[in-house]
């Protein structure tokens, strides 16, 4: 055993379900993932315009339902971060480890993303039974602050693991 081979810990990688994401948040992924030097990738089924930067990049997947969420799963490692607002991808994110953060700033977690599906679930059957139910209210400055503040909370959590 050679004792003179220093540990490397695996980096985490932010990865960013860019079909839905709000261009405020894209943007202050984007920021972060530059200052940070963390290598961090939109996945999507449309072209999203990336700032050229070695750290971030962008896969194009086929269209189709839950193809990009997919792909994020299968690429994505334990204690990854993804961002989303899609609340079946954070609890595959949750399950196979990694950090999933909502849009508005959640931080999900085992407890809080299975209440938050079985909502999403219930409003789910109402909409298919024919009852209107309102949408997601627009994101406010409030909202992308909440998220900046949380995104930056667990990306020093993580930094300081590695350390």
């Known amino acids: 055993m050679n004792q003179n081979k220093p540990i490397v810990k695996p980096t985490i990688k932010i990865w960013v379900d860019g079909d839905a994401c709000p261009s405020k948040v894209k943007e202050m992924v984007f920021r ?82 299975q209440g938050r599906l079985a909502t999403r679930n219930l409003m789910d059957q109402l909409r298919s039974a024919g009852v209107e139910t309102s949408g997601p209210k627009p994101q406010s400055q409030k909202d992308v602050q909440a998220f900046a503040n949380t995104l930056d909370r667990m990306l020093t959590r993580l930094s300081n693991k590695k350390n």
Request: charge should be neutral.
């Open 32 to 113: 972060t993932a530059k200052r940070r030097e963390i290598q961090t990738t939109l996945v999507a089924n449309q072209s999203i315009r990336v700032p050229k930067s070695e750290y971030i990049d962008a896969i194009l997947v086929p269209h189709g339902a839950d193809v990009a969420d997919k792909k994020i799963i299968e690429l994505m490692r334990k204690g990854d971060v993804v961002i989303t607002g899609d609340i079946p991808l954070a609890a595959d994110v949750v399950k196979k480890g990694g950090i999933a953060i909502g849009t508005r700033g959640e931080l999900f977690d085992e407890s809080s993303v």
